[in-house]
């Protein structure tokens, strides 16, 4: 009797399964330091482990050209990315107010319920549907590319301008905000040379006192 033919249950998980709600809880816990932390550049690190924790479990669903394409990818190029905009933008690198937001509960309230619904349709889907982790791998190379690449690769090359488009617009950002900033400062060395050529001015117009022998 091969695992796949073996009876399943909650109460006798096997080290797998172990490991793979081990590896959940860890995710989850980067994840949700990820969305309340302050800090911008802790926020894309715990990104880091929330995703590398994603490509673990895919390893542990056996799919392993998943896997390796999250760690490519998104831990690899996207986060990447998401730093070079934070030092593009010139983002604070200590704890930042404006990362805060005052609709905490909104968006609470609109993450438990999407967790929920999104834990429904898969427990739904895939009740009675269970993976022989002793068999060959279901997820190969082969298999996974050949479907993505033949069905999925106009979504595959619309995220690419995507990541790209966010680049350039990082980069358009940060040439507005040095030249803001090069105008300020002129408007400012303006403003003060005009303030001093005018004290100038008054002090010359200003006539001298008399001194002891106008008196006499």
Same mark, same amino acid.
């Given at each position: ?108 309230? $609109? ?7 999104? $834990?429904?349709?898969?427990? &739904? ?17 082969? $298999? ?41 400062? &002129?408007?400012?060395?303006?403003? &003060? ?10 002090? &010359?117009? $200003? ?10």
């Amino acid at each position: 009797m091969t695992l796949a033919q073996a009876p399943h249950g909650f109460l006798s998980p096997s080290g797998v399964e172990i490991a793979f709600v081990l590896v959940g809880l860890l995710t989850l816990g980067a994840a949700l330091v990820t969305v309340t932390t302050r800090q911008l550049v802790h926020a894309a690190l715990w990104l880091v482990v929330a995703l590398g924790g994603l490509a673990v479990e895919y390893l542990l669903l056996t799919a392993e050209f998943i896997a390796w394409v999250q760690v490519l990818i998104y831990v690899g190029s996207v986060v990447v990315l998401l730093l070079f905009g934070l030092m593009l933008t010139k983002a604070p690198i200590g704890r930042s107010p404006d990362a805060d937001s005052g609709n905490r509960r909104a968006a609470l309230a $609109v993450a438990a319920v999407a967790a929920v619904a999104l $834990v429904w349709v898969v427990v &739904d889907a895939f009740r009675t549907t269970w993976i022989d982790l002793d068999g060959p791998a279901a997820g190969t190379t082969e $298999v996974t590319g050949a479907s993505l690449f033949r069905h999925w690769v106009l979504p595959f090359e619309a995220l690419s301008v995507l990541l790209l488009a966010a680049l350039v617009g990082a980069i358009v950002l940060s040439r507005k905000a040095k030249a803001d900033a090069s105008a300020e400062e &002129d408007r400012k060395a303006g403003g &003060d040379g005009k303030a001093g050529g005018d004290g100038k001015a008054k002090a &010359d117009a $200003v006539p001298a006192a008399p001194g002891k022998e106008g008196a006499r």
